[in-house]
Antibody, heavy 124, light 107 residues
Framework: QVQLQESGPGLVKPSGTLSLTCSVS?????????WTWVRQSPGKGLEWIGQ???????NDSPSFKSRVTMSVDRSKNQFFLTLTSVTDADTAVYYC?????????????????WGQGTLVTVSA | DIQMTQSPSSLSASVGDTVTITCRAS??????LAWLQQIPGKAPKPLIY???FLQSGIPSRFSGSGSGTEFTLTISSLQPEDFATYYC?????????FGGGTRVDIK
């Protein structure tokens, strides 16, 4: 089973840039899956940020108003999230996850593996 | 964006009970509906995908049903480890969206 592990600074200053890495083990990032970022603000629900394919193709949520950049390093089996111009509202646990294809039933890509999450606090 | 609405937002139940959680999508999602379980302090755990199908290792007391815009998660014979928050999620379109969650706690 593939495993994912987030890493990055736990504290970011307001107006700064949040940068996270997700390291994938037990599987190849070059598989036909999407690699995804989701966050959860304290005491709140889940919010999908965006996803990246190994080729570099991305989809992201309009909620982030072009503040999000995602990239992938196939040689290191890692993918990355950058979120610019952060505010208090970006304080959250950030998860990386895999969306894998459903080729047997109704199509689409569904979550099957998640990292443990990393708390990022935005504070001066 | 597709809005996902769960009900109830919370419920209390006893070990051995059967509980049902409902999720409504704001438009049809072609059964591209998943359920996830989250225990406090832990990452979400995928339970069900494609409305009906259990992820690997998930016990058969969990079941999903539905079509169109109305979907249901049923947990039969609730076990102590099932007390958690449950989220539905659509993967029919971007952005992926989640329901607000249903917290299941011990009566």
């Amino acid at each position: 089973q593939v495993q994912l592990q987030e890493s990055g600074p736990g504290l970011v200053k307001p107006s700064g840039t949040l940068s996270l890495t997700c390291s994938v083990s037990g599987g190849s990032i070059s598989s036909y899956d999407w690699w995804t970022w989701v966050r959860q603000s304290p005491g709140k629900g889940l919010e999908w940020i965006g996803q990246i394919f190994y080729s570099g193709t991305t989809n992201d949520s309009p909620s982030f108003k072009s503040r999000v950049t995602m990239s992938v390093d196939r040689s290191k089996n890692q993918f990355f999230l950058t979120l610019t111009s952060v505010t208090d509202a970006d304080t959250a646990v950030y998860y990386c996850a895999r969306e894998t294809g459903d080729y047997s039933h109704y199509g689409g890509y569904y979550f099957d593996s998640w990292g443990q999450g990393t708390l990022v606090t935005v504070s001066a | 964006d597709i809005q996902m609405t769960q009900s109830p937002s919370s419920l209390s139940a006893s070990v051995g009970d059967t509980v049902t959680i409902t999720c409504r999508a704001s438009q049809g999602i072609s059964n591209q509906l998943a359920w996830l379980q989250q225990i406090p302090g832990k990452a979400p755990k995928p339970l069900i995908y494609a409305t009906f199908f259990l992820q690997s290792g998930i016990p058969s007391r969990f079941s999903g049903s539905g079509s169109g815009t109305e979907f249901t998660l049923t947990i039969s014979s609730l076990q102590p480890e099932d007390f958690a928050t449950y989220y539905c999620q659509q993967y029919f379109s971007h952005p992926r969206t989640f329901g607000g969650g249903t917290r299941v706690d011990i009566k």
